[in-house]
């Protein structure tokens, strides 16, 4: 079976500092990785994916995010966070071999200071 | 990138009734599509999946007579949630594959007060 875990349940960060959301996932094969964020009262948008080649991957917003195979983790990070990065974000793993099911972490608040 | 419509965005309907969600992938062919249940401050549950022309798949400990799902056409499913009680007011989420894709995209979710 998949499983996500994001170990903290809210992170905060002065506006301009960088901002780091951690994700450890456990799966039988070879992951694919997403994060998403939400907004109040809104769905999930997408933010980055990796499925295969560069460790490192750049999605929306300046958020990147890096494959660690022997960590198992997927950690979010942007180098200098805004006050609009203030949101839920999830980390989710998908396996092709469950039927292309996502399972998603618990969720981590983020709030980002002035 | 895809995009997903849900309608409504909110609605309440009394005891007993039922309420039908629908989601759209308006840019884009899905033949496989997710339902998630939210509840507040907490992670998404998978509901159901969703493929067209067959049955959905339901996950263990949802009532597939209580959450009706039907998935008629490549770009639309639909929720029903049937003698809705209070407990099963939520935030409800659809999700869809772009054929051939990798990336499952999300619809704004829909709300459901049952009062």
């Known amino acids: 079976a998949q499983s996500v875990a994001q170990p903290e349940d809210q992170v905060n960060v002065a506006e301009g500092n960088p901002l780091t959301v951690k994700c450890t996932y456990s799966?039988?094969?070879?992951?694919?990785l997403f994060w998403y964020v939400q907004y109040p009262n809104r769905g999930l948008q997408f933010l980055l994916k990796y499925i295969t080649g560069d460790n490192l991957v750049k999605g929306s917003y300046g958020f990147e995010a890096e494959f660690n195979k022997s960590q198992t983790s997927f950690h979010l990070k942007k180098p200098s966070a805004l006050v609009s990065d203030s949101a839920l974000y999830f980390c989710a793993v998908r396996d092709r071999a469950a039927g292309n099911k996502l399972t998603f972490g618990g969720g981590t608040r983020v709030l980002v200071k002035p | 990138g895809a995009v997903v419509s849900q309608h409504p965005s909110w609605v309440i309907c009394k005891s007993g009734t039922s309420v039908k969600i629908e989601c759209r992938s308006l840019?884009?062919?899905?033949?496989?599509m997710f339902w998630y249940r939210q509840f507040p401050k907490q992670s998404l549950m998978l509901m159901a999946t969703s493929n067209e022309g067959s049955k959905a798949t339901y996950e263990q400990g949802v009532e597939k007579d209580k959450f009706l799902i039907n998935h008629a056409s490549l770009t639309l499913s639909t929720l029903t949630v049937t003698s809705a009680h209070p407990e099963d007011s939520s935030f409800y989420i659809c999700?869809?594959?772009?054929?051939?894709?990798?990336?499952?995209?999300f619809g704004e979710g829909s709300w459901l007060t049952v009062v």
């Open positions: 799966v039988s094969g070879n992951p694919y």
């Open positions: 999700s869809a594959i772009r054929g051939g894709g990798n990336t499952i995209y």
């Open positions: 840019d884009f062919q899905a033949t496989t």
